[in-house]
């Protein structure tokens, strides 16, 4: 039985000023990367996704990142691994503290961003995050791209990973995302979408910018909340998979507290 794990970017508001609409996103994902508060997010909000993804049985996660609001945390810094690892801890918990007040706890963890993209290659801040996560909860799984360090050094020290792809991103041949700004960086088009990730799921490729077919084993697909009509491209990607015959539900254990549902209706 082919099945995945669905997930979108949740939280990314901060005080008055939203982004995303959370509450359609958790009708359809079965995991949610919470923003931390560090590019996005704060208190109010992590709370109220945090206890609404309990109740719906979806998944959380915690949407690490640089400091840097600012720049919605897309920008590279270069931060000492050891404050890197502090901050990435400071995260986590404080997400987790809210979590376990809905009656759950965060299920995973996922960087954000620069981070998430600088840690495919930079061998001192994909440390950091191991080091950090591990020193929180050896059962944490990390979620990266395929074939990155982040996921190389978590797995060499017995902490479990998660591959990821996604949904409405383009592709290098490298197997690395096409960087934002460029042509072909982001995939708007719906049928487009759920025709890419069908592929996927179901021959485990995808086509890369330039044409050629790029293998890509993945756990989870992600689409991102603040993609331009990221509800319907969602939607849409339910269908198609249920069409196909993949199930979508959470790659992690179902939750104490919530729903505890195994997957999303």
Same mark, same amino acid.
């Given at each position: 039985?082919?099945?995945?794990?669905?997930?979108?970017?949740?939280?990314?508001?901060?005080?008055?000023?939203?982004?995303?609409?959370?509450?359609?996103?958790?009708?359809? +994902?079965?995991?949610?990367?919470?923003a931390c508060g560090f590019h996005a997010g704060d208190a109010t909000t992590m709370r109220?996704?945090?206890?609404?993804?309990?109740?719906?049985?979806?998944?959380?996660?915690?949407?690490?990142?640089?400091?840097?609001?600012?720049?919605?945390?897309?920008?590279?810094?270069?931060?000492?691994?050891?404050? /890197?690892?502090?901050?990435?801890?400071?995260?986590?918990?404080?997400?987790?503290?809210?979590?376990?007040?809905?009656?759950?706890?965060?299920?995973?963890?996922?960087?954000?961003?620069?981070?998430?993209?600088?840690?495919?290659?930079?061998?001192?801040?994909?440390?950091?995050? +191991?080091?950090?996560?591990?020193?929180?909860?050896?059962?944490?799984?990390?979620?990266?791209?395929?074939?990155?360090?982040?996921?190389?050094?978590?797995?060499?020290?017995g902490q479990p990973t998660v591959r990821e792809a996604f949904a409405d991103r383009g592709? /290098?041949?490298?197997?690395?995302?096409?960087?934002?700004?460029?042509?072909?960086?982001? +995939?708007?088009?719906?049928?487009?979408?759920?025709?890419?990730?069908?592929?996927?799921?179901?021959?485990?490729? +995808?086509e890369a910018a330039d044409g050629t077919s790029l293998r890509v084993e993945a756990d989870?697909?992600?689409?991102?909340?603040?993609?331009?009509?990221?509800?319907?491209?969602?939607?849409?990607?339910?269908?198609?998979?249920?069409?196909?015959?993949?199930?979508?539900?959470?790659?992690?254990?179902?939750?104490?507290?919530?729903?505890?549902?195994?997957?999303?209706?």
């Amino acid at each position: 039985m082919t099945r995945i794990d669905l997930n979108a970017d949740l939280g990314e508001g901060f005080g008055r000023w939203t982004l995303g609409d959370d509450q359609a996103l958790l009708g359809l +994902v079965t995991s949610a990367n919470v923003a931390c508060g560090f590019h996005a997010g704060d208190a109010t909000t992590m709370r109220t996704v945090t206890r609404d993804a309990a109740a719906r049985g979806v998944r959380v996660g915690a949407h690490v990142s640089y400091r840097d609001r600012a720049g919605f945390g897309r920008r590279f810094m270069d931060v000492d691994p050891g404050e /890197l690892a502090d901050e990435v801890l400071y995260q986590l918990a404080a997400l987790d503290g809210f979590a376990r007040l809905a009656g759950d706890r965060v299920r995973y963890v996922k960087p954000h961003g620069a981070l998430y993209n600088a840690i495919v290659h930079h061998e001192a801040q994909a440390r950091a995050v +191991v080091d950090a996560v591990r020193a929180y909860d050896p059962t944490l799984p990390v979620v990266g791209l395929p074939g990155s360090a982040v996921l190389r050094l978590a797995d060499a020290a017995g902490q479990p990973t998660v591959r990821e792809a996604f949904a409405d991103r383009g592709y /290098l041949p490298s197997g690395e995302l096409v960087p934002r700004g460029r042509p072909g960086a982001v +995939v708007h088009d719906g049928d487009e979408v759920a025709r890419r990730v069908v592929r996927l799921v179901t021959t485990g490729t +995808v086509e890369a910018a330039d044409g050629t077919s790029l293998r890509v084993e993945a756990d989870s697909v992600c689409v991102h909340s603040d993609t331009p009509g990221a509800v319907g491209l969602l939607g849409a990607l339910r269908t198609a998979l249920q069409e196909a015959g993949v199930v979508v539900r959470p790659f992690v254990d179902a939750p104490h507290g919530g729903s505890g549902a195994d997957a999303v209706p």
